[in-house]
């Protein structure tokens, strides 16, 4: 009858976040270099280059290798797996001017999703859901420089390869336009992987809202819980996302094409859409613990009102035999010839006017 | 005394969904072919084109029979029934130059109510009420290109009867007005069949009201539950659509006529008076909980004062009776000639007693 | 001991409304023509002109005889009782060019308090409270056309009569003022008489927080919810009178003298007052319910502590006494010359353990 | 054990009203004259006037002599109190061009703390708590008219004293600066006196918060709806003070100068300083309930399982007992030799049992 | 089974505050002259001045020697440590002008974190968080007057170290920089501080979390209720500091340069950040709170059936052998031959009856 604890929860979200935020008194603008204890995860990039008619690709562990994209016509990728090393970024950052507060928030994986404007370029930090054994929500941390999209994450597991595919394949208008409308492809991609997630979280919804019905116990209650505090969390992530798009969508740089400000339009009524979704959850949630302790509060009515009137007729019956079986020499009812009779006499009155006391309460 | 479950609960509410929202990394904008497992609902297109004088209405299955509407004066409705087949909604964009982003929220039957400003064009997705044997939220989207209106639902019932024949009869202003007020009209009637259900859930709370105080059980709990999930479904869904109202109101395009904002204004209000009813009916409902818990917590103490005044009183007769039933062979009260006085003389005083210490604390 | 139901309340809110408010599918800005079942209250107007001199005032039952007052300097006020007559309505309209939404307001007696602006006129909804028997929330829709009011309500009962006597004596500033300054004394009017209301309610508050700490019952309980009920119907009215009241002082249209806004500025800090002191109330009443919730639960405590020494005493020594009370054939404590004092010995050792435990727990 | 009702509650809060608010129907801007029944108090009129170099103090009975005052260069300060008597009102409205609705307001003693501007002169109502043997919260009334200040108070005694004596001494800004600084000077007096009322309720926090954990209790809990009741009260006077402040800060007319608009910018600070540790107060509060209903809860929990182990334990034994003590004639126990011992065995054996369970369940 | 009470608390918020705030009646702008009852902290004055490319650094004891870097270039700190003696901080203010309402403030130890613009001169207050063996929120004042930024806190640790080597040494922008970026580098330390807070309480949310669903006691909620209560306080702290950095960054003064602003930026970001957690936190603890009382209730429901199902098995049982425990002479069931095995089978049959009742309420 004991809950059981620790039931397998399929799906809980972490933020991924490996290296400590805060290092007090350190001046802003400072890397942190790579602690001796915890090995740095190597750096890879991938580069893409395409334009309406052509695409390369190449892969490189060092950003030298970049400096040959740097000037041309069409738009460029940049790609980078594992931020640790504050040389790939210290050289990145001189390459393409990219602002050292901003290069620090790349480095430091607990960022709140956020949009920053600097002289001619766009700093873009969102969040990508990623369904391996449990839920990633990984920060993407994203410079526009003009045609040059410089994209970073820790994780070496690539999440881009729809976009990837589709522009090498040409299909959409991913290759006829910039690379703002790359920096939405991925944006939109990310708020796209929310949706399964959220339709998991219905799911479960539903199953607790059975449950509650069926056959509510202490699993049900660490149900409701486990799923409130994934909401909460899955929301504290998608709240800032939205006015992530929001301010992209109302760029004064020039940076932001007018055509893509369409798209993103798009992409912020799917914000939108997953907090209402959210906001509905949280509010079914709600719903569902106060439909649990109200059961709760039903059945224990239900067994104390069993346990009394079982007591309230047995007690006083108890006190009756009792008295009869007292061992006073002087006691003129035990020699009665019916007092055995005279007993089930009271038993059977005693009964009868408590149940018609409980029927008059409406007890059963 | 156990709760019956499953209560039939007649006004479930379902908002439709045919077909998956989410394709993760395909390119926006991308119409979704049928599935070959879900046969796709056949397409019917209703077209009516009426100016001050005259009407001609014509039901169509194929896109191009609308050509021959395309260039007259007058306005111009297309009612599109069944979205599932991508080449319609494909040839009618491009006859009308209807948005493809836009194009995709049509097939999308989960689509938040919004409304949409492209150029030249205004696409709005509202929701319909419909009482079948549960209600539905049908999803409507609406194209409003200069005299033409174009709306697409999923479910082959028509709800646009009304409408419709008040064209045909020439009743109110609808053939004198424009498109604009025909987009109007929809809406309208889209809102009004909300009030209905609106009554009928008032109905609901004064049932539960009255439950409440004259028998409260587990179904008039689980009938405030209901109640409560579908004021806030309900409240999800009215909520956006007076946005919409309100950017149609707003519009600065020219599409819609000053005239017809004094209409929408009017609608607007209704829409504002529903969600005050909603609200209403929410804080009603968050009473009424209270207001059961409240009086089952009333009612535990009334039994558990019950139980307990019934076992104070009896519990220490049982130990008195059970004394003088021992069976020692030197027990000097029980050869007293008045024992058994004796014995009912401590009956009377501890009953007596404890009477009084109840009276004291007000027990009953 | 059980609840009392149905308890005598002596303030209970209602809210007038005769007619069903939805037709779905009828043309905006049709009346209703009267029902067959449901015969139309009589309609009558009263007509009162004034300037500042002098005063002349009548009463018709159909509206040609307006037609006398139409060209005249001076303020003119019609005030028509009954709305169900829409030739009334009608001829009205024709006459002072009432706009057809507005009039479909007038008939629909659940109508949210609103202002509207056409051109030309000001069309305003507020609500009147009236000590009937029960409370009644009479609607009021008023037209201000020029120099002309016209008011409109459904209930024979005239509640203008201190405005008109007001006109009639020349007292206070209505006589030198315009249509808008009487306006404006209706409203205030009807702000008014919702304060004897909430100084009802105020007493209501009183005596519940008097019961709730002297003799909380289940009548308590139904008074806390009936005051947080009320509260929420009267709120409801009176937060979009506020709004109706702003919207009359920031007129645009000229219709409002420079004088008036002052007094309504007047009326709209009433208003506000209102407003505070409802919510006020509302705090007040969900104070009240946790109080009381709190208070049972600290009697449910207190009962189940009395429960629970009782039976940790008696059931052991019932034990014990039982023990003694077999009829075994070898039993030595039987035979002992002090068995008996020896169980009585146990006994108060048992008593005297039990009693240490509680006094530890501070039981008692 | 029962609660101790009625416990002294040193800090209760009153707001003073003489007069009832509402006379529905009589035109606004009418003065009350003085109802038979309630002796009005008299009216006292002190009159401050001074400049740089001059101070002239004088006290009045009737308002003919403030006319000397009336032309002078330098502030005056009227101080009025007793707002009873209308005439006294009257003649002072004519003399300074007060507004007639404002001079209602003064009656009125339960106005909301606002600010209002008409032509010229600026009126303000705010509220001063002042310790009595109850606290109250005092209405004051002030009109700033060019460099004259009026004030109006109900209560007889005097709380301005210090900011008398600093005009008298010459000490600060006072002297040297105009009517408007000296309007800022009282307000900032009654918001300095809310301070120890507010750490008068710090310290309620603090021991209700030890109270909780120490030896929560009844009064405990009384202790924290008073607490809430007089926060939600304090907090309904605060909160409007806050906008007054902002209202003269803001002000458009000349008639505050702009060095007191930086001491009214301070004023605002502790204005919001005070609604920012009402609100914390606040949320303390509702920690406390929450913290004292869980500690309800756990001890409710700790008293049943004490109870549910004693009759878990007692009640078989007492069937077991019970069981030997029939007086079957044929009863094969009752002979054996062993039978004593052998009961006790069972007895020993069912105890050891059951604490087993309890102990795998760990309820002690 | 008695709380623990008191369990020692690692991290206990203080707010420091040496001097009561409130003299009601003084002047505003006085100075309080140190009380003879609580001798005032000996002032010491740290001056640092710099420039690109020089530092120097003195300590003195009175501000006369402040005067030697009064008209210098560069950068000049003046750092306070001490505010109990009026005269330091009048010289001071007389030196660099400090306005009177400012320095007023500086010597009241409860001030809101604020941010106040001057003729010429920004006044903050924030406040930081120091790890002694409580936790201290200390009150810091700052002036930035020109390139000088002068620096107030009460207590004599000195918490700005970092930023006094980082300018020694000159690492990272502040030798470039001017007293604006000094500023900011104070409250970016400031808020740094703030994040090992944070991390403290994240795992004292982990260990409750753990602790809720393994062994729920009343040390948990202690811990529960602990955490809320610092939540609170860290809240009402930070809250406002993120008004103060936004009033920096949008100064108009020209006090603050372009390039800090976007420093600004992003100690806002780091300031939004904190609120987030600290939001989420809350909602995390009220999660868990949540969660603890529904065990509790859980395992009353368990206890009070393991009460009922032993008591309903138990009590009829001991009625039935009670029965057969009387002594009536004339008893027929006493004497038969199998009276003893025919009170078995009635006790075999209650059970299996009462077991297949509870069975079927699924009692376990």
Redesign the interface.
């Known amino acids: 009858?004991?809950?059981k604890?620790?039931s397998a929860d399929p799906l809980r979200l972490r933020i991924r976040h490996a290296r400590p935020?805060?290092?007090?008194?350190?001046?802003?603008?400072?890397l942190t270099p790579p602690s001796p204890d915890e090995p740095v995860q190597p750096t890879q990039i991938r580069v893409i280059w395409y334009d309406q008619d052509h695409v390369e690709e190449c892969q490189l562990t060092d950003v030298a290798g970049c400096s040959t994209f740097a000037g041309r016509l069409g738009t460029t990728w940049i790609d980078v797996t594992g931020v640790g090393d504050p040389t790939v970024l210290r050289e990145l950052g001189k390459m393409y001017g990219l602002?050292p507060?901003a290069l620090e928030d790349v480095q430091n994986l607990?960022?709140?999703p956020?949009i920053?404007t600097?002289e001619g370029q766009k700093f873009v930090v969102f969040r990508l859901a990623r369904l391996d054994s449990t839920v990633m929500m990984e920060q993407i941390s994203a410079f526009l420089v003009g045609q040059t999209l410089i994209t970073f994450q820790e994780d070496p597991v690539d999440p881009w390869?729809?976009?990837r595919s589709?522009i090498r394949s040409g299909?959409?208008?991913?290759r006829s336009a910039g690379a703002d409308y790359l920096l939405y492809?991925l944006i939109?991609?990310a708020l796209?992987?929310v949706?399964?997630l959220l339709?998991q979280l219905g799911d479960r919804v539903d199953d607790l809202e059975q449950a509650v019905?069926?056959?509510p116990g202490?699993e049900t209650?660490?149900g409701i819980?486990a799923l409130?505090?994934e909401l909460?969390?899955l929301r504290?992530t998608v709240w800032?996302e939205r006015e992530v798009i929001l301010g992209l969508q109302q760029d004064q740089s020039g940076l932001i094409a007018q055509d893509t400000r369409?798209?993103l339009?798009?992409a912020y009524?799917h914000a939108?859409?997953l907090m209402?979704m959210l906001e509905?959850y949280r509010?079914?949630a709600s719903?569902l613990?106060?439909?649990?302790?109200?059961?709760?509060?039903?059945?224990?009515?239900?067994?104390?009102?069993?346990?009394?009137i079982?007591?309230?007729i047995?007690?006083?019956?108890?006190?009756v035999?009792?008295?009869?079986?007292?061992?006073?020499?002087?006691?003129?009812?035990?020699?009665?010839?019916?007092?055995?009779l005279f007993?089930w006499v009271i038993i059977v009155a005693i009964v009868a006017v408590l149940l018609r006391y409980f029927r008059t309460?409406?007890?059963?």
């Open positions: 009858m004991t809950p604890r620790g935020h805060v290092r007090p008194g350190a001046p802003p603008g400072t602002h507060l607990r960022e709140r956020k920053e600097y390869e729809p976009v589709s299909i959409g208008r991913v492809s939109d991609l796209d992987e949706f399964p339709e019905v069926d056959k202490p209650l660490n819980f409130k505090r909460l969390i504290k800032p369409l798209y339009r798009d009524d939108v859409q209402d509905m509010d079914l719903n613990l106060d439909a649990y302790l109200s059961s709760l509060s039903n059945r224990l009515n239900d067994i104390m009102k069993t346990l009394t079982i007591s309230t047995f007690v006083p019956l108890t006190f035999v009792g008295l009869y079986g007292m061992n006073f020499k002087y006691f003129p009812e035990i020699g009665w010839r019916f007092g055995y007993v309460r409406h007890w059963f």
